[in-house]
Every structure is written in C-alpha cells, then in structure tokens.
C-alpha cells in the first residue's frame, strides 16, 4: 500500500508561518506529480499547491505569493512553505501523488490560523 505522510501542520497565530512537508516512496515521488490540497469544514477540497517531476509549480490563487512548494529529490519529500498565515488558511491539509488515472492521498495534517 502506497503512503503519503505528512507533518508539521499546528496552530499558529494570524501572520506565522509553517512548513509542512510529505515524505512519499521513491517509486512514486520520482514520476508523479505531487502537490497539496486542502479542506475546510463545510467546504470543498481545493488546490493549494502542485509541482511537476522537473520541477515546475502552480498554485490556488488565494495563495499566490504566500505559500512556497518545493521538492526535495533525494529525500523523496515536498514541503509546503506558508507564510502570512490567514484564519481562512484553516483547513486540513492533505498531500497528493497523481500520475495518469492514478491518486494517492495522504491522511492529512491539521493547520489552525488563530489568535
């Protein structure tokens, strides 16, 4: 069974910052796409951030200039770097692998932007 496993997610105050990070299998980091998503309460699932296997990068535009993602190839890891960190930011936060027909998800990691 393929695992993605995240961390670093907490609570932060308004204006903080955290890195998250999804340690991935090397047979799946190497080929696949990876990226982050995110789902509040009551709300539907939306892109934050996604990165190609040469390294190119989208991202939702509520948090465009914000948030950073980035991978490292040889720790078969992708982080997600916040910063000017908003209540709405609120969310649990889920790491993807997707390649063709095919999804991997991670279980999730909590983020709380509060004061």
């Known amino acids: 069974q393929v695992q993605l496993v995240e961390s670093g997610g907490g609570l932060v105050q308004p204006g903080g910052s955290l890195r998250l990070s999804c340690a991935a299998p090397?047979?799946?980091?190497?080929?696949?796409?990876m990226g982050w998503y995110r789902q509040a309460p009551g709300k539907q699932r939306e892109v934050v951030a996604r990165?190609?296997?040469?390294?190119?990068?989208t991202y939702g535009e509520s948090v465009k200039g914000r948030f950073t993602i980035s991978r490292d190839n040889a720790k078969n890891t992708v982080y997600l770097q916040m910063s000017s960190l908003k209540p709405e930011d609120t969310a649990v936060y889920y790491c993807?692998?997707?390649?063709?027909?095919?999804?991997?998800w991670g279980k999730g990691t909590l983020v709380t932007v509060s004061s």
């Open positions: 993807n692998a997707y390649r063709a027909s095919v999804n991997y």
């Open positions: 090397g047979g799946i980091f190497s080929i696949y796409f």
């Open positions: 990165i190609s296997s040469s390294g190119t990068t």
